[in-house]
């Protein structure tokens, strides 16, 4: 039994101030209001520091110099290694757009690294495939030439896949894909509207088929049109004003200005956004550097990353510690609503919160000690330290 001592605590329902938490195995064991846990095996002093969830990075590409459209083991291992040291307990690595022999060798990858979830380490739950059933229209810096209509030939690869597949982004309007929704829902897979040219009642429509998200709002969407003299409402609208939709943000100060990133929390609110990375091998990199994946070439420029055109953002930079920072110092959200931004209400979405995502009893141990100024000083991954 380890107990942590003197510390704020932002537990699921409220906020302790010098409180404890006690961690047995992989799991808390209790949240108390004071330093007093009685006897434990290890007593850590947490002066100075305060307790919050572990991040969950639903949208991840890669970091670290990998991507996991590498399609190997050692990416994944490097995505997990370096997303650790920021705080992200839990990791839906994402694949973009590319063949399906490419695709099917990613998700090898991430099934082996599932395989080997041990505590200590950052928990990789699944993959999130970002296309290929994707609008060409607001393909972003996806690869065109890799978009394709869902069909009846590609189900056998959701079965194959089951274990694996854990997310889907995916565009309503293209072809018949909205008729798959129901089939992806009964598997479990969470289904999320993005790169789409929908109109509102296509997502009306997604919504009751099965769509509970989309992906990266403001960004590679639909918005209002004027059709005739009428106005239509498109992905953007759908996504801020439909209760039953999680609205995913890039929170890097750089994919939404903070005006957008404000009018989405009064929206929303924390409750129905979600904070993603978006990030690929770019994280880590440095201004200048010059990168491909998935047959294209991209560039860190001015902070993000951009197709070699500058005609399209490509990713961001930034894991979620460093948008927890921008979210609270910069746009001026509350301290709990950004904390739950990036735990719970992603745990929500992806339908994992019974374990994963705020500090409650019986939950896994996921738990990021954070000093003043949000920086990550120490994480516990499943009730242990990094290993």
């Given amino acids: 039994m380890i107990r942590i001592e003197h510390i704020d605590i932002y537990a699921e329902n409220e906020i302790i101030r010098d409180g404890s938490l006690l961690i047995d195995g992989e799991r808390i064991a209790a949240v108390l209001p004071s330093a007093d846990g009685g006897s434990c095996d290890e007593v850590i002093d947490g002066s100075g520091l305060t307790a919050v969830p572990g991040y969950i990075d639903a949208h991840c590409h890669g970091g670290g110099g990998s ?3 590498d399609g190997t083991v050692e990416a994944i291992v490097c995505m997990r290694d370096f997303y650790s040291q920021h705080g992200v307990t839990t990791l839906f690595p994402t694949i ?12 090898d990858a991430v099934r082996e690294v599932m395989k080997a979830n041990d505590a200590g380490k950052t928990h990789i739950a699944g993959c999130h495939l970002e296309g290929p059933f994707l609008n060409k229209a607001f393909k972003g810096s996806q690869a065109e030439s890799s978009l394709i209509p869902m069909t009846d030939s590609h189900l056998q690869l959701f079965r194959d ?13 293209v072809e018949r894909n909205a008729d798959y929704f129901p089939f992806l829902r009964d598997m479990g897979i969470q ?28 960004n590679a969407m639909s918005q209002t049109k004027k059709v005739g003299p009428f106005r239509v409402g498109g992905v953007v609208e759908a996504g801020l004003t439909l209760d039953a939709l999680y609205a995913e943000i890039i929170a890097d100060g750089y994919h939404l200005p903070d005006e957008l990133i404000r009018i989405a929390y009064r929206c929303k609110g924390a409750d129905k956004l979600s904070v993603c990375s978006d990030a690929n091998r770019a994280a880590g990199g440095v201004e200048g550097e010059v990168f491909h994946s998935c047959g294209e070439t991209y560039i860190i420029d001015k902070g993000v990353v951009m197709n070699y055109a500058r005609t399209s953002l490509a990713s961001s930079l930034s894991p979620l510690d460093v948008m927890v920072r921008h979210l609270i110092f910069k746009v001026g959200l509350p301290v709990a609503d ?50």
């Fill in 96 to 107: 973009a757009a590319d063949r399906i022999d490419a695709t099917i060798a990613a998700m």
């Fill in 338 to 387: 950004v904390v739950k931004m990036t735990s719970l209400s992603t745990a929500k979405m992806m339908g994992i919160a019974e374990r994963k995502g705020s500090i409650a009893v019986g939950k896994d141990a996921d738990i990021n000690l954070v000093d003043k100024n949000f920086n990550v000083v120490q994480t516990y991954f499943r009730g242990e330290i990094e290993n």
């Fill in 67 to 69: 991507d996991c459209n």
């Fill in 191 to 218: 289904i999320s509207v993005g790169h789409s040219n929908a109109e509102y009642s296509d997502i009306v429509r997604a919504v009751e088929l099965g769509a509970t998200s989309v992906t990266h709002l403001y």
């Fill in 161 to 173: 896949y089951a274990d694996v597949i854990k997310r889907i982004t995916i565009s309503p309007e």
